[in-house]
């Protein structure tokens, strides 16, 4: 069965360093979502690609925080400088394309950061 | 904006039957989907709602009223391995899915 593949999947960074995450969605999924999420908390969004272009990044904290997926594959974030707060389980999702589908995501495995 | 609540923590005994609520607010409103996390692991698609009434999958069912702006997910016949958190998110349709806060569930024999 296809599934979202995430890498690390733990990671362990002083705060002021970089640190990026990868994500290699189901194949044929147009649809590419990074969540983070806090411990007893829902996932929230920070960004959504569809193929290459960005749909939504209104969560995404912009001065720290970048995303890409050059080629509408696979896609990377990254954090620089790390904070204390961001430490956290950063998700990825993919979905097919299309509204009515978007409520069917597939989530990958996630990356634990503990931010020191 | 958008908001749903539902329970922060529910308790069962084994065998039993078990409900989990979700009542939101949102400016737009495609349907209702239920999501299963054990600690550690992914969320993973349970079902999906669009329209009033109840869907059954094997031993859980959901069920959405959109006039009441409400769902449930009810899980039957339950197992140790239920015990998880449960996600109920909203699709808005011109935004991306919103979760709410999720249901820890314990089973207990």
């Known amino acids: 069965e296809a599934e979202v593949a995430q890498s690390p999947r733990y990671k362990i960074t002083e705060k002021s360093q970089a640190v990026a995450f990868w994500c290699d969605p189901i194949?044929?999924?147009?649809?590419l979502y990074w969540y983070r999420q806090i411990l007893g908390q829902g996932p929230e969004l920070l960004v959504q690609?569809?193929?290459?272009?960005?749909?939504?990044d209104s969560q995404l904290p912009k001065d720290r925080f970048s995303a890409e997926r050059l080629k509408g594959v696979d896609s990377t974030l990254k954090i620089q400088p790390a904070e204390l707060g961001d430490s956290a389980m950063y998700l990825c999702?993919?979905?097919?394309?299309?509204?009515?589908?978007?409520?069917?995501?597939?989530f990958g495995p996630g990356t634990r950061l503990t931010v020191t | 904006g958008q908001s749903l609540e539902q329970p922060s923590e529910v308790t069962a005994v084994e065998g039993a039957i078990v409900q989990i609520n979700c009542t939101y607010q949102t400016s737009g409103f495609y349907g209702l989907s239920w999501y299963q996390q054990h600690d550690g692991g992914a969320p993973t698609f349970l079902s999906y709602?669009?329209?009033?009434g109840l869907e059954e999958t094997g031993r859980f069912s959901s069920f959405l009223s959109r006039s009441d702006s409400y769902g449930y997910l009810l899980l039957q016949e339950l197992q140790m391995k239920d015990s998880a958190s449960y996600f109920c998110?909203?699709?808005?349709?011109?935004?991306?899915?919103?979760f709410g806060k999720g249901t820890r569930l314990s089973v207990i024999a």
């Open positions: 709602n669009a329209l009033d």
């Open positions: 998110a909203v699709n808005p349709g011109n935004t991306p899915l919103v």
């Open positions: 194949s044929g999924h147009a649809t």
């Open positions: 690609f569809q193929d290459e272009s960005v749909v939504d």
């Open positions: 999702a993919s979905s097919l394309q299309g509204t009515t589908i978007t409520y069917e995501q597939y």
